[in-house]
């Protein structure tokens, strides 16, 4: 059986072909961790669940990478205000770390009561600061 996606540049549907044969990299954003998620936040991470369930069901070996945002949002959608784990961490009283680190068990807790699948690696943004930063010039450089 065949997997068809919407592809919304061609606005046609087509047959889903992987990069390697037999397995698929999903990455998937994960939460920003200064707050418990709340439905609206579960519903990305039920999609992204069903999408791989239904990769693993059509014989797809899925390697899942979510990103956990431990720094750097702001309260602002317009790259404007204070940085949601700053005010988190000014509200309990803790450090950023601290928050990050409390907010990320209390989010995979509640993951695992949804039944959603864990990824196979959960990656940090601080984690990954130098390769951000790198992909930003590239895009600036190229337009």
């Known amino acids: 059986m065949n997997l068809h996606f919407y592809n919304t540049r061609t606005r046609q549907r087509q047959v889903f072909e992987p990069i390697k044969a037999g397995r698929v990299g999903l990455y998937t954003c994960g939460p920003t961790v200064y707050w418990f998620a709340h439905i609206g936040n579960l519903r990305a991470y039920l999609f992204a669940d069903v999408l791989r369930r239904t990769f693993e069901l059509n014989g797809f070996d899925v390697t899942h990478i979510m990103n956990i945002t431990d720094v750097g949002h702001l309260v602002g959608d317009g790259d ?49 600061i130098p390769e951000q930063i790198a992909m930003i010039e590239a895009l600036e450089k190229n337009g």
């Open 80 to 128: 404007e205000g204070e940085d949601k784990l700053e005010v988190g961490s000014k509200r309990d009283g803790k450090t950023a770390w601290e928050i990050a680190e409390f907010y990320t068990q209390a989010f995979l807790k509640d993951s695992e009561r949804l039944n959603i699948l864990p990824a196979t690696k959960y990656t940090n943004a601080t984690d990954h």
